[in-house]
């Protein structure tokens, strides 16, 4: 009933290659109220209507997006997370992770003055920090490496009154949607076992806020 548990040295090494650590004081201290709080978009890259690959390719404005705001400047902890669908039956090169990046822009700038934030990421869980500005809208882009290649992926944001909106949906022409067909005829058993409904492609993105008091 604690939510503690131990295991021995042994089998943690056995089982586990990396460990993140959750700091809720560090994130309390982003706020004004001493509360913890996460503003979360969770997307995924759909073949031929999301999976737009990175900035190289010409369908990189497909990619999932969300607008960044703040209620006061200061630092706004991001962090961009892949599920693990080991726990779902997904084994092998299927359960492998993803490369995947994250980009900044604000508002008004066109996509050759982005700003990299998380850069060919195979990692569970990355994340970085940046200096955000109250009054302006900073555009976020998560990609994987390639056109087609699907998957789901959540995006959060800490600071003074942080908050992620998704972004409306370019519909892409016929030969766009052709450049990001997989290679591979078939879904992906990464996304089909998601514990997450499967979204219509004209609703990809979906925003939530959780949070707790650290006293």
Same mark, same amino acid.
């Given at each position: 009933?604690?939510?503690?548990?131990?295991?021995?040295?042994?089998?943690?090494?056995?089982?586990?290659?990396?460990?993140?650590?959750?700091?809720?004081?560090?994130? %309390?201290?982003?706020?004004?109220?001493?509360? #913890? /709080?996460?503003?979360?978009?969770? $997307?995924? +890259?759909? *073949?031929? &209507?999301?999976?737009?690959?990175?900035?190289?390719?010409?369908?990189?404005?497909?990619?999932?997006?969300?607008?960044?705001?703040?209620?006061?400047?200061?630092?706004?902890?991001?962090?961009?997370?892949?599920?693990?669908?080991?726990?779902?039956?997904?084994?092998?090169?299927?359960?492998?992770?993803?490369?995947?990046?994250?980009?900044?822009?604000?508002?008004?700038?066109?996509?050759?003055?982005?700003?990299?934030?998380?850069?060919?990421?195979?990692?569970?869980?990355?994340? %970085?920090?940046?200096?955000?500005?109250?009054? #302006? /809208?900073?555009?976020?882009?998560? $990609?994987? +490496?390639? *056109?087609? &290649?699907?998957?789901?992926?959540?995006?959060?944001?800490?600071?003074?009154?942080?908050?992620?909106?998704?972004?409306?949906?370019?519909?892409?022409?016929?030969?766009?949607?052709?450049?990001?067909?997989?290679?591979?005829?078939?879904?992906?058993?990464?996304?089909?076992?998601?514990?997450?409904?499967?979204?219509?492609?004209?609703?990809?993105?979906?925003?939530?806020?959780?949070?707790?008091?650290?006293?």
């Amino acid at each position: 009933d604690s939510a503690a548990f131990w295991m021995t040295w042994q089998d943690f090494l056995r089982f586990f290659s990396v460990a993140h650590v959750c700091d809720l004081a560090a994130l %309390a201290a982003l706020s004004d109220d001493k509360s #913890c /709080r996460v503003s979360v978009f969770h $997307s995924v +890259w759909l *073949p031929r &209507i999301t999976a737009g690959g990175g900035p190289e390719y010409g369908t990189f404005k497909f990619n999932p997006q969300c607008v960044l705001t703040v209620a006061r400047s200061g630092s706004v902890l991001l962090s961009l997370y892949q599920a693990d669908p080991r726990p779902l039956g997904v084994q092998g090169p299927d359960a492998a992770l993803l490369s995947v990046s994250l980009f900044l822009l604000e508002e008004g700038a066109l996509f050759a003055g982005r700003r990299t934030l998380i850069a060919d990421s195979r990692r569970r869980v990355s994340c %970085a920090t940046f200096e955000a500005r109250r009054g #302006c /809208r900073y555009r976020l882009i998560a $990609s994987t +490496w390639a *056109p087609g &290649i699907e998957g789901g992926f959540w995006v959060t944001a800490s600071g003074r009154g942080a908050s992620l909106s998704p972004l409306p949906l370019a519909a892409p022409s016929d030969g766009q949607a052709l450049a990001m067909t997989p290679n591979s005829g078939e879904a992906c058993p990464r996304l089909l076992a998601s514990p997450h409904p499967r979204p219509h492609p004209h609703q990809v993105g979906a925003t939530a806020e959780d949070g707790c008091a650290v006293m």
